[in-house]
Nanobody, 125 residues
Framework: QGQLVESGGGSVESGGSLRLSCAAS????????MAWFRQTPGKEREGVAA???????TYAHPVRGRFTISQDNGANTLYLQMSSLKPEDTAKYYC???????????????????WGQGTLVTVSS
């Protein structure tokens, strides 16, 4: 199902911005959707945002109005623009790909079958 490689994580102060990128390669199947998830130690992985091949997006409530997911199909790259960052946004962020129609409507790990290794985002107060 190919390889997903995230980049763009780092440390930022509360109120700051970061843009995450996810480069996809080697996939020979149709990706119906892409998504960002995040996870902190001891907690389950949670969905952040997803985008379908038709551009339809879904956002988790805590990030609505602050984060924007987008994709460059020609470059096989997924982005997550994060603004007005809060300390509670601190987590390891993962890129994921889904291969079933409508998977962008579900921010559940079970709907996605390809994962990157993650990039760490730290927001200080």
């Amino acid at each position: 199902q190919g390889q997903l490689v995230e980049s763009g994580g780092g440390s930022v102060e509360s109120g700051g911005s970061l843009r995450l990128s996810c480069a996809a390669s080697g996939n020979t199947y149709v990706r119906y959707c892409m998504a960002w998830f995040r996870q902190t130690p001891g907690k389950e992985r949670e969905g952040v945002a997803a985008i379908g091949v038709n551009g339809r997006t879904t956002y988790a409530h805590p990030v609505r109005g602050r984060f924007t997911i987008s994709q460059d199909n020609g470059a096989n790259t997924l982005y997550l623009q994060m603004s007005s960052l809060k300390p509670e946004d601190t987590a390891k962020y993962y890129c994921a790909a889904g291969f079933r129609p409508g998977c962008e409507l579900l921010l559940l790990p079970s709907a996605f079958s390809a994962w990157g290794q993650g990039t760490l985002v730290t927001v200080s107060s």
